[in-house]
C-alpha cells in the first residue's frame, strides 16, 4: 500500500471515529438538555408543542401555548454545536459558537419601554445609543458586567428586578430583549452556565423580572 493511500485511510478512520463519538455525545446532551427543559417548563403551563431540529443532537424547540401569567405564549430553543462533523465544529468555535438556549415569548401585557441587554461592550448596544440613529436609545449605567439602553417609559422597578436577574445568571445571559412588538421578550443564554441548576428557577426567575411577583 502506498503512503499516500495509507495516508488517505488514517484520515477516513479519524473523521468516521470523530463523527460517531460526538454524535453520541451530542445526542445525549440533547436529550438530557431536552428532559431539563420539559420538566422546568412545567412551572409556566402545559407544553403543547416539542420539536426536534434536524434531530436529537443538534437541538429542540419546546412551546408552552397558553403559558401562565405574565407571559401569554413561551418557547424555548435550544441548538447544539456540530461536534460531529470536524470542519464545522471549528468554524463554529472560531465565530464565538456555543450551545445556545434561546427564549421567545409573547407577554399578556406589552411593556411600556423597549429594552436591551448585552454584554459589556457588546457592538449593537453601541449603535443604538449612537446620537446619529434618528430615535437613539438611552444608556443605563452598567449592571453586573452588562450594557443596558432602553427607549420609551422607563421602569425603575423593572430595572430593579433585572439587576437582580443578571446579577444571579450572569454566567449565563448573553443578551435579552423587552419590546413592545411581538415577540415581547427574547433572551439568549449560554447553556453551559445554566443546566447544573433547576430550568424551573430560570423560568420563574424570567416571569419575576418581566411582570414582577404576579400570580397565575
Request: charged share 25%.
Amino acid at each position: 500500500m502506498e503512503t499516500g493511500q495509507l495516508i488517505v485511510i488514517i484520515i477516513s478512520v479519524f473523521f468516521l471515529l470523530w463523527y460517531l463519538v460526538f454524535s453520541v455525545f451530542n445526542r445525549r446532551r440533547g436529550i438530557a438538555t431536552y428532559y431539563w427543559l420539559r420538566q422546568g417548563l412545567a412551572v409556566l403551563g402545559e407544553v403543547s408543542e416539542a420539536n426536534w431540529i434536524g434531530s436529537s443532537s443538534s437541538g429542540a424547540q419546546l412551546i408552552v401555548g397558553e403559558a401562565k401569567s405574565p407571559f401569554k405564549r413561551f418557547g424555548v430553543m435550544f441548538m447544539l454545536q456540530p461536534r460531529d462533523i470536524l470542519p464545522k465544529w471549528i468554524y463554529y468555535l472560531l465565530l464565538g459558537r456555543q450551545d445556545d438556549l434561546v427564549v421567545k415569548a409573547a407577554l399578556r401585557k406589552a411593556p411600556k419601554q423597549d429594552l436591551r441587554v448585552a454584554r459589556r461592550g457588546d457592538k449593537e448596544i453601541r449603535k443604538l445609543i449612537d446620537p446619529a440613529q434618528k430615535r437613539p436609545y438611552q444608556r443605563i449605567e452598567s449592571l453586573a458586567g452588562f450594557d443596558i439602553a432602553y427607549k420609551g417609559t422607563l421602569d425603575e422597578q423593572l430595572i430593579e428586578r433585572l439587576a437582580g436577574f443578571l446579577t444571579q445568571y450572569q454566567e449565563a445571559v448573553l443578551q435579552m430583549s423587552l419590546k413592545k412588538e411581538k415577540p415581547h421578550f427574547e433572551l439568549r443564554l449560554a447553556r453551559s452556565a445554566i443546566v447544573d441548576d433547576p430550568a424551573e428557577d430560570l423560568f420563574t426567575a424570567l416571569g419575576n423580572v418581566v411582570g414582577g411577583n404576579q400570580s397565575a
